[in-house]
């Protein structure tokens, strides 16, 4: 496992709080689960393409017309909090 | 009796008006009343919404002659397939209260087919998991033994289909979720073809891996239903153009001269002698039956779990940054957005899902992209690679499903590593895109646990392999077998 690797800064970039027992525990397993992923360095892997899809499809289009969709208030059922057919979220602009 | 039919013999019974919807979709709640406190599969039931779809059904049967393949039959779903007005959670408390507001294609293909579609079915949480015992509300027992767990991550599926609590379950199948679970709890469970079936309503995991597929009592209904939920879908630019075959007539006609392929990598240490030796057993029948047995070679196999366990999580992390607090399911409030994200983030998933999300930021954060990721990538080419040119040779390759038969629950829950490896069989299939398929192959003895046969096929070679399974499972006697509940 790489020794710069830092949980808490992972942790930051997934906006994902931990504890300190979550980032102890955590930071152990994903030290054995690195460990496994590092026999991926014995391929010799030059010149090999990468597959991002197993079944490459290019340039799927469909007809672009207007077609029903979620009405606001369906699109907002679910939501924390709303207000006046909006999202309601903290404020991001001083 | 009802519930312990298939759903080809229900379907035929209601077809000649003997039965109706109703009385079998009663059997099914009854079965749920009478087991489903020892197994918990189901996460939740909507019993009036299912009666009156039955009732619609037996209208429509009343009507006239039933053209619809699978009219009046109860089917559930795997909590990870949106139903439109009903609760859909992922075996998570981050979805809080969510209901769906539209339908995965899916539900309104097995819909149009006359289904009955009903219940949530649990499942390790946003299918992340081999036993079932991820989910945030509580864990799935095996109808064979209940100490033990039922495979993952659509372990509900599994036992439902196994102790006759539906007549057939769809699941979701990532890196062996259908068929590992199938193989555990003596069901066949069919992961087609990435892109053979839309994943339009099904929610994200890993989108280059997740596909659909079903859980069923035979080879016949995997057949059916493989047939009802296929084919292209304007909602999925992945999903497959080519025309979807009539499977289940296909199923006849013998295997005489198709060529199986033994794999040698997968020979492996750590195989249980008696799933080794019951696997042997079903490839003699195979040969019997008119299989000429190949041996292929699948050198980077022994990469696949590592390349996997990169490219689910880097999709896992990226896809599961939705899951934010804004416009769905639980928030807990920040002083700004970022606290409110980590803070909701932090409450809301389980450990297993915090973990996987650690592992994909990292191995897709800066600087260690080309070391892990785009490397991960290049594994996927090589794998399937593999697969494609041994099927040169052969048209399926046999395999266990899965090491071992089920192991007890909390045996390997403190060992993430180790519950990854037991998907060794399982995860080079979604690598490579192509089709797999479980059904039983026999038990263990002392206790008495069911035993997985793999069969995995070209890309869209589904016909082959389900025509392979139902060859082996017509002579053979497993899959009349039923678990010992009370």
């Known amino acids: ?94 | 009796m009802l519930h312990q039919l298939t759903a080809w013999q229900l379907a035929a019974k209601l077809a000649r008006r003997e039965v109706s919807s109703r009385q079998a979709m009663q059997s099914c709640l009854d079965q749920i009343q009478r087991v489903d406190g020892q197994l918990h599969a189901f996460l939740s039931c909507d019993a009036a919404d299912a009666l009156a779809q039955a009732d619609a059904a037996d209208r429509a049967l009343a009507a006239g002659p039933a053209v619809r393949p699978l009219l009046g039959v109860p089917i559930a779903l795997k909590d990870v397939i949106a139903v439109r007005g009903q609760p859909l959670r992922c075996g998570s408390k981050i979805l809080g209260n969510f209901i769906s507001p539209y339908s995965a294609t899916v539900v309104e293909k097995l819909q149009a087919a006359g289904a009955v579609v009903f219940g949530r079915l649990n499942m390790d949480e946003f299918a992340m998991g081999s036993s079932t015992e991820n989910s945030a509300f509580g864990a799935t027992r095996n109808p064979w033994d209940t100490t033990r767990i039922p495979g993952g991550s659509s372990g509900g599926s599994a036992a439902a289909v196994a102790a006759d609590e539906c007549l057939a379950a769809l699941g979701s199948d990532t890196g062996g979720s259908i068929r590992q679970p199938a193989a555990l709890c003596g069901c066949v469970g069919l992961k087609p073809t990435y892109g053979r079936v839309s994943r339009y309503g099904l929610v994200a995991f890993a989108s280059s891996l997740d596909q659909i597929g079903s859980f069923t009592k035979d080879v016949r209904d995997a057949a059916l239903l493989l047939r009802a939920i296929s084919g292209p879908d304007p909602r999925d630019s992945t999903s497959i153009p080519q025309p979807v075959p009539d499977y289940a007539a296909s199923l006849h006609g013998g295997i005489k001269g198709l060529k199986l392929g033994l794999a040698r990598e997968y020979m492996i240490g750590g195989l249980d002698p008696q799933v080794s030796a019951a696997v042997q057993t079903a490839v003699a029948q195979l040969e019997k039956l008119g299989a000429q047995i190949v041996e292929v070679s699948l050198p980077h196999t022994d990469y696949a779990v590592a390349a996997y366990y990169i490219i689910a999580t880097a999709e896992a992390s990226a896809n599961l940054a939705r899951f934010d607090g804004i416009r769905y399911g639980a928030r807990v409030d920040g002083a700004d957005p970022i606290e409110l994200y980590s803070k909701t983030r932090g409450a809301g998933f389980g450990p297993e899902v915090k973990r996987r999300i650690i592992l994909g930021t990292y191995v897709l954060s800066s600087g260690y992209y080309d070391a892990y990721y785009l490397r991960a990538q290049k594994v996927r080419t090589l794998v399937r690679r593999d697969f494609l040119q041994a099927f040169e040779k052969v048209d399926a390759i046999v395999t266990p499903t899965t090491p071992t038969a089920a192991f007890r629950a909390g045996e390997k829950s403190g060992d993430p590593l180790q519950m990854y490896l037991s998907d060794i069989f399982t995860i080079s299939c979604n690598l490579a895109g192509i089709c797999g398929l479980s059904l039983p192959c026999g038990f263990t003895q002392n206790p008495k646990l069911p035993i997985g046969l793999q069969l995995l096929g070209k890309p869209l070679g589904e016909e082959t392999i389900l025509r392979l399974a139902h060859a082996y499972e017509q002579s053979t006697p497993w899959h009349l077998e039923k678990p010992p509940l009370k």
């Open chain 1, 1 to 94: 496992m790489p020794s710069d690797f830092n949980i808490q800064y992972v942790a930051h970039l997934a906006r994902l709080s931990l504890s300190p027992a979550e980032e102890e525990q955590f930071g152990a397993q994903l030290a054995g689960i690195l460990g496994y992923i590092e026999k991926l360095k014995q391929l010799d892997v030059t010149g090999i393409e990468p597959t991002a899809h197993a079944v490459p499809l290019v340039n799927v289009f469909r007809p672009d017309f207007p077609q029903p969709s979620l009405s606001n208030e369906e699109a907002l059922r679910n939501a924390p909090a709303k207000a006046g057919g909006l999202f309601i979220v903290p404020k991001i602009v001083e």
